[in-house]
């Protein structure tokens, strides 16, 4: 079946605009994470959605960074205001459940680029 | 808390040599612990896990990992290395059983060179 898709695969942008990253789990999977990951470095956790709602959000860096799941499936990671910083690729993973055990199954990835 | 500790940000290797990438880890409570492997330009995929079974586990490719609680290490092993198995390479742990939806907590990665 399908995998996790993100979109888009990149995004380029200039410091202080608005983007928007879309993830889109496997279908069925209840729980739904991002990551972020910058160069040389492990992905680090970002936001957790069980469902429609934000089960953890402490790993978002600053309230410019908002993240949404409306149906309980496909998210919507926003970003204002960007700036250098931001750039990284963001991760998508899905999971069956939400438990610590399950294997969550991570998506492409969207390499941003922030100018 | 939950902490990964990835020994050798680059290791590399013969092709048939063993392969061992070290990963420790710091947990409150019981973990459960993942390897992730990563082909460029390419998705994070699972090579193997451990969830409180067996503490040796057996994953895809021939690889497997040993889960040792005195040493708080779970350590990736394959017995011969193939150049296919160039990659980064992954550990990560999550909070385990008290915790539902819990998110990974990855270390830094060891990028593995396999040499003809």
């Known amino acids: 079946g399908a995998g996790v898709s993100q979109t888009p695969s990149n995004k380029v942008t200039e410091k202080g605009k608005y983007v928007e990253l879309r993830c889109d789990p496997i279908?069925?999977?209840?729980?739904l994470y991002w990551y972020r990951q910058s160069l040389g470095q492990g992905p680090e956790f970002l936001i957790y959605f069980q469902g429609t709602g934000a089960a953890d959000d402490s790993g978002l860096p600053n309230d410019r960074f908002f993240a949404v799941r409306p149906e309980g499936s496909v998210s919507t990671l926003k970003i204002q205001r960007t700036e250098r910083g931001d750039s990284a690729v963001y991760l998508c993973?899905?999971?069956?459940?939400?438990?610590?055990?399950?294997?969550?199954?991570f998506g492409p990835g969207t390499r941003l680029t922030v100018l | 808390a939950q902490s990964v500790t990835q020994l050798g940000s680059h290791v590399s290797v013969s092709e048939g040599a063993l392969v061992l990438l070290r990963c420790n880890y710091s947990?409150?409570?019981?973990?459960?612990l993942f390897w992730y492997v990563q082909y460029p330009n390419q998705g994070l995929q699972l090579l193997l896990k451990y969830t409180s079974a067996a503490t040796l586990v057996k994953g895809i490719n021939g690889f497997e990992a040993e889960f040792k609680k005195s040493e708080t290490s779970f350590h990736l092993t394959k017995p011969s290395a193939h150049m296919s198995d160039a990659a980064e390479y992954f550990c990560a742990v999550s909070a385990g059983a008290q915790t539902s939806g819990s998110r990974l907590t990855f270390g830094e990665g060891t990028q593995l060179t396999v040499n003809p």
């Open positions: 993973a899905s999971s069956l459940t939400g438990r610590g055990r399950d294997e969550q199954f």
């Open positions: 279908s069925g999977h209840t729980a």
């Open positions: 947990s409150s409570v019981p973990p459960y």
